[in-house]
């Protein structure tokens, strides 16, 4: 079946314009997660949803990352003012259950490589 | 959270068995441990987890110590799809804290 899509796999963006990352979740994926990567380093925690509800936002950077995801399906990530720092794969991933044995396993997008210029 | 340790690289050969190592001296005891590997240009995969027992799955195989304190993941014959990251993260049984935790893993080079 279908995996987790995201979209655009590639964006560029000029520095302090706004930019907005799609992720399509699995069909019937509980939650919903997404993470930062840069160069060399392993995927980093920005924020969690469990259907539409935002469980934690402890990871985004600052205020102008915001994330939504009002219907309980697709998500977005969005930045604002984007600075060349912000630079990095943004991964989204989802699971099929919140907790207990069946969020063992998230699955993974292909991720959107943001560059800032 | 619970941090775990792992070797920066380790090389293979092709066919052969490949242990990779992980230290977790402060896990507790509602904690998972988690293997993803994560092969070039690509997003993480899961590849198989365990709490106590010795578990197996048609990726690999992962032996726990009996104190818990480390954990080996094994793939028993190596192949160049196996090059990848390989990471070793802790996940508290049964919470609903869901994100996982990367660290730097280890970097797996399989050669012919």
């Known amino acids: 079946g279908a995996g987790v899509s995201q979209s655009p796999r590639y964006k560029v963006t000029k520095r302090g314009q706004d930019v907005a990352l799609r992720c399509d979740p699995i069909?019937?994926?509980?939650?919903l997660y997404w993470y930062r990567q840069a160069l060399g380093q392993g995927p980093e925690f920005l924020t969690y949803f469990n259907y539409e509800a935002q469980q934690d936002k402890s990871g985004l950077p600052n205020d102008r990352f915001s994330a939504e995801r009002p219907e309980g399906s697709i998500s977005t990530l969005t930045i604002q003012r984007t600075e060349q720092r912000d630079s990095a794969m943004y991964r989204c991933a989802s699971s099929l259950a919140p907790q207990g044995p069946l969020n063992y396993e998230q699955y993974f997008g292909p991720g959107t490589r943001l560059t800032v210029t | 959270d619970a941090k775990t340790t792992q070797p920066n690289s380790m090389e293979s050969n092709e066919e052969e068995p490949v242990h990779l190592p992980c230290n977790h001296s402060?896990?507790?005891?509602?904690?998972?441990i988690h293997w993803y590997r994560q092969l070039p240009s690509q997003g993480p995969e899961y590849v198989i987890h365990g709490l106590t027992s010795n578990v197996n799955n048609r990726m690999a195989s992962l032996a726990i110590a009996e104190d818990r304190k480390s954990s080996t993941l094994i793939l028993h014959r190596a192949t160049l799809r196996d090059a990848a990251v390989y990471y070793c993260?802790?996940?508290?049984?049964?919470?609903?804290?869901?994100?996982?935790?990367f660290g730097k893993g280890t970097k797996l080079s399989v050669k012919p």
């Open positions: 402060t896990i507790s005891g509602t904690d998972y």
């Open positions: 069909s019937g994926h509980v939650s």
């Open positions: 993260i802790l996940r508290v049984r049964g919470g609903s804290q869901g994100n996982l935790i």
